[in-house]
């Protein structure tokens, strides 16, 4: 398996990013795109990319936002439009400059939200994996919010946080910050997730202590495209760290099913 960790450079700020490409790689196009949670980096995804290439062959790329990793730290405050900016400006820049035409976005949180408005703001994918996506604002979400901030003022949250980005402070504060402000509450990408147009795995816990089922639920409601669930009990914020091997299967069966009936069309 070839490791390769490079730079992007966008609008001043220079991105993070890693391209896994399997030995035995059965395609030189089909390419799986990881976008990582609000406190994510391509480290926090630790070995589960590399998983991913093994098990379905393809190529997995993975970047660090701008504000985490080892990117360029943010240097202002985030706007309730900082996941539509990544979904509509800099995916769309970064896919272009790797050569990826239609990948099958893998997205955690924040990550999933912005595969969402990407795919529904029109730009064509093979397929989303979205893990404990966000549609709308919940009660839920913004309480343990909450709780991440006093957990980062009197615990050992920053010095953990430290191992994966090279600013832990500016990473935190910049999501912790704007999720808590009172125009955030009104944050909602329906409209997005009603032009949705390719086959959605949905992944969530039964007890996500950032979202409940209702997240899934306006997505398999309002998308016109097919969507499967997946529902995992005891299994908090992250499937795949918390039930890593059935989310992998699961996401493997899926890619696997899209580049199928691909290759049959």
Same mark, same amino acid.
């Given at each position: 398996?070839?490791?390769?960790?490079?730079?992007?450079?966008?609008?001043?700020?220079?991105?993070?990013?890693?391209?896994?490409?399997?030995?035995?790689?059965?395609?030189?196009?089909?390419?799986?795109?990881?976008?990582?949670?609000?406190?994510?980096?391509?480290?926090?995804?630790?070995?589960?990319?590399?998983?991913?290439?093994?098990?379905?062959?393809?190529?997995?790329?993975?970047?660090?936002?701008?504000?985490?990793?080892?990117?360029?730290?943010?240097?202002?405050?985030?706007?309730?439009?900082?996941?539509?900016?990544?979904?509509?400006?800099?995916?769309?820049?970064?896919?272009?400059?790797?050569?990826?035409?239609?990948?099958?976005?893998?997205?955690?949180?924040?990550?999933?939200?912005?595969?969402?408005?990407?795919?529904?703001?029109?730009?064509?994918?093979?397929?989303?994996?979205?893990?404990?996506?966000?549609?709308?604002? #919940?009660? @839920?979400?913004? +309480? !343990?919010?909450?709780?991440?901030?006093?957990?980062?003022?009197?615990? $050992?949250?920053?010095? %953990? /946080?430290?191992?994966?980005?090279?600013?832990?402070?500016?990473?935190?504060?910049?999501?912790?910050?704007?999720?808590?402000?009172?125009?955030?509450?009104?944050?909602?990408?329906?409209?997005?997730?009603?032009?949705?147009?390719? #086959?959605? @795995?949905?992944? +969530? !816990?039964?007890?996500?202590?950032?979202?409940?089922?209702?997240?899934? $639920?306006?997505?398999? %409601? /309002?998308?016109?495209?097919?969507?499967?669930?997946?529902?995992?009990?005891?299994?908090?914020?992250?499937?795949?760290?918390?039930?890593?091997?059935?989310?992998?299967?699961?996401?493997?069966?899926?890619?696997?099913?899209?580049?199928?009936?691909?290759?049959?069309?």
């Amino acid at each position: 398996m070839k490791i390769t960790d490079s730079i992007f450079d966008i609008d001043d700020k220079r991105l993070k990013y890693r391209c896994i490409e399997p030995d035995d790689s059965t395609s030189s196009t089909d390419a799986l795109v990881m976008l990582h949670e609000g406190l994510g980096s391509i480290e926090l995804w630790k070995g589960f990319p590399e998983d991913l290439a093994k098990a379905t062959g393809c190529r997995v790329f993975v970047y660090s936002r701008y504000g985490y990793g080892g990117s360029t730290p943010l240097s202002e405050k985030r706007s309730v439009e900082y996941m539509h900016h990544e979904a509509l400006n800099v995916l769309p820049k970064f896919l272009k400059y790797i050569g990826v035409v239609r990948p099958i976005l893998i997205g955690h949180s924040d990550g999933a939200s912005i595969a969402l408005i990407h795919n529904g703001g029109g730009h064509d994918v093979n397929g989303l994996v979205l893990m404990a996506p966000h549609v709308f604002v #919940e009660e @839920l979400s913004l +309480q !343990s919010i909450e709780q991440a901030r006093v957990a980062f003022e009197k615990t $050992e949250l920053p010095k %953990k /946080l430290g191992r994966y980005h090279d600013n832990a402070a500016s990473a935190f504060w910049g999501w912790n910050d704007i999720w808590l402000s009172p125009e955030f509450k009104k944050w909602n990408i329906e409209t997005y997730v009603a032009n949705v147009n390719c #086959e959605s @795995l949905l992944i +969530q !816990s039964d007890n996500d202590p950032y979202g409940t089922l209702a997240q899934i $639920e306006i997505i398999e %409601k /309002l998308s016109p495209a097919p969507t499967q669930r997946v529902i995992l009990r005891d299994c908090g914020h992250s499937p795949h760290v918390d039930h890593a091997s059935t989310t992998l299967e699961k996401i493997v069966h899926f890619v696997e099913d899209i580049l199928n009936e691909e290759k049959d069309e």
